[in-house]
């Protein structure tokens, strides 16, 4: 997860190159700031030191409202978030938090009291490349809360969960987060500890898009890693590789008894309840008229999936 050094240097040139986050430095935007808890280290440049900080919230505070800004955080950086106030005090409409490095090099954040939250209540942020553990202090109730639209979550990787901690919920969308885009992230943890969700689609919020995510991690049974309370349209929730290691766990999606409306499609989903794989994976409330393709679901060892929910008939 996240991005090379090498990589990191090239895509934020001035050439404003296009990668997988998009046109980097278009015209106008800039790298704000750059964020490492170790401070200043042999062989940085003039520029990087000159708009190094220390913590996040400095670097968000260095962003410009709706110009595409960017504050880079680097390979090492250890910070953890002990309140609310990190992003509700300093983060900008626009704003695109990339983080660089890869496995233990991974910029990463940890959550260390009941309510540190980071709260993105503005537009059109970007968060991608960082490692979120939600995990410095059991029952976490709000990690990441949703208001603001156009929010992109990727290529970051969660740790939900160890032997003895685990946060109540670690995505909250609220309905006012239209077109929340959750793609291409992993989440994992320990089955010892179960979050009751993963992700919780609330309200009756539009266009949210969670896909291409790989979830290795426990949640429980009947309510699994994605949880739709509310009577969200227009959902999308594609290509994501599902398996809740929970104790007897049967779902992976869950789905409120509201009127929510859109596509389930194309999901794996690997349960540990031995029952009725067809009727596994996804439970429905009343009045949901969401419709499925081609979701499989598997609940015994060493065989292959079928198809779940069953087809039309």
């Keep these: ?63 410009r409202a709706g110009l595409g800004d960017f504050v880079v955080v680097l390979p090492g950086h250890v910070e953890n978030v002990a309140d609310a106030t990190t992003f509700s005090a300093a983060l900008v409409a626009g704003t695109r938090i990339i983080g ?29 490349g960082i490692r979120i553990s939600p995990i410095g202090i059991n029952g976490v109730v709000l990690p990441i809360n949703i208001t603001g639209t156009d929010v ?29 885009d959750i793609s291409g992230n992993k989440f994992r943890g320990l089955a010892a500890s179960v979050p009751t969700t993963i992700i919780t689609v609330a309200g009756a919020v539009t266009d949210v898009s969670i896909s291409d995510n790989e979830f290795n991690a426990p949640a429980v049974a009947l309510t699994g890693h994605i949880t739709v309370t509310g009577a969200a349209l227009g959902l999308k929730i594609f290509r994501n590789f599902m398996y809740n290691t929970a ?17 389930i499609s194309d999901n794996r989903f690997c349960v540990l ?22 979701n499989y679901c598997s609940d015994q060892a060493q065989l292959s999936g079928i198809l779940s929910p069953g087809p039309v008939t």
């Excluded at 104790?247 to 596509?263: E, H, K, R, Y």
């Excluded at 309840?273 to 081609?294: D, E, H, M, R």
């Design 1 to 63: 997860m996240g991005i090379s050094l090498q990589d990191a240097q090239q895509i934020f040139s001035n050439a404003g190159l296009r990668t997988q986050f998009g046109i980097v430095l278009p015209p106008g935007a800039r790298v704000a700031a750059y964020v490492r808890s170790t401070g200043q280290q042999p062989g940085d440049d003039t520029f990087l030191t000159t708009n190094l900080c220390s913590t996040l919230a400095q670097g968000l505070a260095r962003a």
């Design 100 to 128: 660089v490095g890869r496995g233990t090099a991974m910029p990463t954040f940890t959550w260390t009291q009941t309510t540190s939250q980071w709260a993105i209540a503005v537009n059109d942020v970007q968060i991608a």
């Design 273 to 294: 309840f031995n029952g009725v794989a067809s009727t596994l994976g996804i439970s429905f409330g009343v009045g949901s008229i969401v419709k499925c393709n081609q």
């Design 152 to 180: 992109s979550i990727t290529a970051c990787e969660f740790v939900v969960s160890t032997t003895a901690i685990a946060p109540s919920n670690v995505i909250t969308i609220a309905a006012t987060a239209l077109r929340t």
């Design 247 to 263: 104790a007897v766990s049967q779902n992976c999606i869950s789905l409120a008894a509201a009127a929510s409306d859109g596509q």
